[in-house]
């Protein structure tokens, strides 16, 4: 399958947690962070969330110009089966195209475009790799959120995997890394490291999927 390049990208207490319980917006990057995620940004294609991070944090998923002066705004991809995306989400707003994936209905207003992908109950994630590359989007950034990560790894559709981790506990009931239920050794996804360094407070680990090597 032609597929873009995937990187997830997300931001960890040191218990696994990137977000509360409460899902109330939770700031775990630093500044140091904050200016390498909006260059990776600025590197890709498109980014990609789920709805359950647009309700929770409302991102912009735009590239500030504080940290990268000719700030060219990838495309931003939803994953919204059932047409949840508030419309005063700060994704609908004209400051960068939005592409919206659901299982129930298409159309196109201004900068948002609604697509089907999918007969399903959720998106079909393989099917939009493929809708994607076609579109040109050859390096795709994953920001989350919990189950999004899950399925993009469960289903082997990632190349590389970045996590800032902050040095928090925010404890059990709060999304975690890996929003996917296991229940035995088969459900289990190997990683292997490729580097790890220091980032202000905290510490970014780079990994890899160990099936690519
Ligand atoms: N720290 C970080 O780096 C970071 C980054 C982003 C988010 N977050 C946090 O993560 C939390 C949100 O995570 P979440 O797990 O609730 O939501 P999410 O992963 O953002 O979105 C999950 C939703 O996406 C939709 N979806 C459609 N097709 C899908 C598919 N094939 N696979 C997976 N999902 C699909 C589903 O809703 P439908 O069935 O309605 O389509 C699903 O419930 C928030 O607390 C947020 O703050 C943290």
Same mark, same amino acid.
């Given at each position: 399958?032609?597929? @873009?390049?995937? *990187? ?16 109330? =917006? ?5 500044? $140091? ?9 600025? &590197? ?14 409302? @991102? ?17 991809? *939803?994953?919204?089966?059932? !047409?949840?995306? @508030? &419309?005063?989400? &700060? ?15 298409? #159309? ?12 399903? $109950? ?28 899950? /399925? #993009? ?10 996590? #800032?981790?902050? @040095?928090? !506990? ?6 975690? *890394? !890996? ?28 990994? *890899? =999927? /160990?099936?690519?090597?």
């Amino acid at each position: 399958m032609r597929r @873009p390049y995937v *990187i997830i990208n997300c931001a960890s207490s040191l218990d696994g947690r990137i977000g509360l319980a409460d899902r109330r =917006p939770l700031k775990i990057s630093n500044e $140091e962070d904050m200016e390498r995620v909006h260059k990776l940004r600025n &590197e890709c294609d498109a980014i990609l969330v789920g709805i359950g991070t647009v309700l929770a944090d409302n @991102p912009k998923l735009t590239v500030k110009k504080k940290y990268v002066e000719d700030a060219k705004n990838p495309l931003r991809v *939803i994953l919204d089966s059932h !047409f949840r995306t @508030p &419309e005063d989400a &700060e994704v609908m707003r004209g400051n960068a195209k939005t592409l919206i994936v659901t299982t129930s209905t298409e #159309f196109r207003k201004g900068n948002v475009e609604v697509i089907k992908c999918g007969d399903g $109950e959720r998106v079909d994630l393989e099917k939009l790799m493929g809708i994607l590359y076609e579109r040109g989007i050859k390096k795709l950034m994953v920001e989350g959120g919990s189950e999004v990560i899950g /399925e #993009f790894l469960k289903k082997g559709l990632v190349d590389e995997m970045l996590i #800032f981790y902050a @040095p928090i !506990f925010v404890g059990e009931g709060a999304p975690s *890394i !890996f929003g996917i239920k296991g229940s035995g050794i088969e459900d289990i996804i190997r990683m292997k490291i490729r580097d790890i360094r220091r980032l202000g407070d905290g510490y970014l680990l780079h990994l *890899i =999927p /160990e099936r690519k090597l």
